[in-house]
């Protein structure tokens, strides 16, 4: 079993529709969570970064942790298809690790207008 | 502007040859990584460095070497023993552990 998983997709939808997207993992000691955002031959560029459990927004994107249930999400709102990418989940338990994040597969979304 | 620069963009290798991956980095980041992208597999980390003159493997590092000799500079040298070395590379730094990622915009080689 991998340390994360995350939906490959591909997730299609249409312009203004809200999108989900989830991690779930295995490892307790992860507190660090992050969403990446990657569009085709790119590298990829932190969207959101959180600290613990909780809730983080930013514009339309919120990111949600529930340590408990051990999943992430990532809540896009009125996609655009500008939106249109991979996006990878990340976390890391910290120090000892060697700050080492572990990637979720990625999960390619298309907004289609 | 501080980033992460990768050259080359694309690299094309022969059977048997080596060849390196340049990484540079003006961020004044302690830490830096490399992870191999292939479709449907996500990101695999080749080899990481937290200060200079310190790397530690990563899950896939055979067929890889690495140098950190600068605290910018962080090149991969992919050998001929590494079988199957046709993907995206992927070099990034951090501030420190727990902290996200800058990525550089990644170099494709492929085996000709």
Redesign the interface.
Known sequence: QKEVEQDPGPLSVPEGAIVSLNCTYSNSAFQYFMWYRQYSRKGPELLMYTYSSGNKEDGRFTAQVDKSSKYISLFIRDSQPSDSATYLCAMSAGAGQGGKLIFGQGTELSVKP | DGG?T?SPKYLFRKEGQNVTLSCEQNLNHD?M?W?RQDP????R?IY?S?IVNDF?K?DIAEGYSVSREKKESFPLTVTSAQKNPTA?Y?C?S?I???????????T?LTVV
């Open positions: 992460i990768q830490a990584y992870y449907g597999q996500g990101l980390l990481y937290q530690q990563g995206f992927l990034a951090s420190g552990l727990g902290y996200g990622y800058t990525f550089g915009s990644g494709r």
